[in-house]
């Protein structure tokens, strides 16, 4: 039988939303015209099959809101239908309300057995069967938004977790990023003790030669004077004069003096550049020198650098470029300098230590030789705009996997408790949002790395 859709419109003092759609199957037309007749006047549209597998087709191809179902037809029942459409992911929610005969209470189980909502009695009381479709419809209305709200629940609950982990990550990151910040100020914070408590002896020291040396001279000449005015001093002082080396004594005390000085200004340089190295930066950039904080960088590392029992010093080639000072916070800076150089001396130990250092290694051309020593080239530039900064070293080097990631933060390749996995991470903040620079690393597997700052002068 072919689909009866309604068109009427729906009645004034009935439920004006019921756009919703009813499958009526029955094999009586009397049935079917009753129900299309109730229904389409409460304003339902009512699509009609008279047989079971019509009435599957039709409610897979056309899904309905809801599916009044004869039990007894021929061809296929009632409960063979149901079981069908239930079996089918398109039509399985779709609640089913079977009509069956009043005495049959067998059947009526059955049907609820077989997952009806509900059971309708023949003969239809009008009014009733209008109630009972209405509140199953209601039903599912609230079921669908019910598993909206679920659903709309359940990706709330996912975005929530989501920030939650990632608002965690973050406090990670902060945590540690606290620490190597603590660490390195605690580090500025010992140099800066260090230097001064160095400064008020080495001070004495210096003043004091400046005193000894001209005492000393005064002396020296008084001994001549003497010498030449008693050439004949007597046996014993003249076995003294021999035995102390009198001419000797006059010649190299006075070397010896200002070597002491040339030594005590040294560390007194030293000291500065400590105490340069340590202050903290204020919130204004400076303009500062950047070879002074590379070079009290390699000087804070210089145990490190030096002879190794199980490898010989490194050699640093440095090739500096004249140009002005930079405009920067050199405290941050000389963090980014001791974190590239840091990692550039662990590359070359981990080589060295993972017996992979050949003897041709990285071949580094100097402006003068070819070294194939440990070795680490930092050479700096400058044009109109920019300085440029490269720290390069012959160790390990790395491949792209690596190379990749070096600059996330927690990246490490060393073992736990050897590294963080944050100097590079903080290097680049510092070099590209401190200074709007950048940071760039050039590096391949057993040839070695290079590491390339640029700073904009202003
Ligand atoms: N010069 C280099 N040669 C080879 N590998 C390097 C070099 N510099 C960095 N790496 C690689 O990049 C990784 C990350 O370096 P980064 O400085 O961020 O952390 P780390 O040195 O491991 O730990 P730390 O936080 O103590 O510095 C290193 O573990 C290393 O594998
Ligand atoms: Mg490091």
Avoid at 12 to 24: A, G, P, Y
Avoid at 206 to 220: C, F, G, K, P, W
Avoid at 280 to 289: L, M, P, R, S, Y
């Amino acid at each position: 039988m072919k689909t009866m859709v309604s068109h009427n419109q729906p009645q004034q003092n009935i439920d004006t939303r019921q756009t919703e759609t009813i499958l009526v199957i029955d094999d009586s037309p009397t049935n079917l015209e009753v129900l299309y007749a109730t229904l389409s006047d409460v304003g339902y549209e009512v699509l009609v099959e008279m047989d079971g597998f019509g009435g599957i087709e039709q409610a897979l191809n056309n899904p309905p809101d809801l599916i009044l179902l004869d039990i007894m037809m021929p061809k296929i029942n009632g409960f063979e239908a149901c079981r069908k459409l239930q079996s089918n992911p398109i039509t399985k929610d779709i609640p089913i309300i079977f009509m069956t005969a009043l005495a049959d209470t067998a059947e009526k189980v059955k049907a609820f057995q077989m997952g009806a909502v509900d059971y309708i009695t023949k003969p239809f009381q009008q009014e009733e069967v209008i109630a009972r479709i209405n509140v199953q419809l209601k039903l599912r209305r609230l079921n669908i938004e019910l598993d909206q709200q679920k659903q709309k629940l359940e990706e709330r609950v996912t975005e929530r977790t989501a920030e939650l982990s990632q608002a965690l990550e973050e406090l990670k990151q902060t945590q540690l990023q606290l620490v190597q910040t603590e660490k390195i100020s605690s580090l500025g914070q010992m140099v800066a003790g260090v230097a001064h408590e160095i400064n008020n002896p080495i001070g004495f020291i210096s003043t004091n030669l400046y005193h000894a040396s001209q005492y000393v001279r005064d002396l020296i000449q008084l001994i001549q004077v003497y010498r030449e005015k008693f050439p004949q001093p007597g046996q014993e002082i003249e076995e003294i004069i021999e035995s102390i080396d009198l001419d000797h004594i006059s010649v190299d005390l006075p070397k010896l003096i200002s070597s002491m000085k040339l030594g005590s200004d040294q560390i007194r340089g030293i000291m500065q550049s400590m105490r340069n190295y340590s202050r903290a930066d204020g919130a204004e950039k400076k303009a500062v020198d950047i070879h002074e904080g590379i070079e009290t960088t390699l000087m804070i590392l210089q145990h490190r650098l030096k002879a190794q029992t199980f490898r010989p010093a490194i050699h640093v080639v440095k090739e500096y470029g004249n140009f002005p000072p930079v405009r920067c916070y050199p405290g941050q800076l000389n963090q980014v300098f001791m974190n590239l150089i840091a990692n550039a001396i662990d590359a070359i130990d981990e080589t060295i230590q993972e017996n992979n250092w050949e003897s041709d290694r990285g071949k580094y051309l100097t402006p003068d030789t070819v070294l194939t020593a440990p070795l680490i080239c930092i050479c700096t530039t400058a044009d109109k705009e920019y300085v440029t900064i490269q720290i390069g070293d012959n160790g390990k080097g790395m491949d792209l996997s690596v190379r990749d990631q070096i600059f996330n933060a927690f990246y490490t390749t060393k073992s736990e408790g050897k590294g963080t996995g944050l100097g590079l991470s903080i290097s680049y903040q510092i070099i590209t949002e401190k200074h709007g620079g950048t940071l760039e690393c050039i590096s391949s597997p057993n040839k070695g790395t290079e590491f390339i700052i640029q700073l904009p002068f202003s």
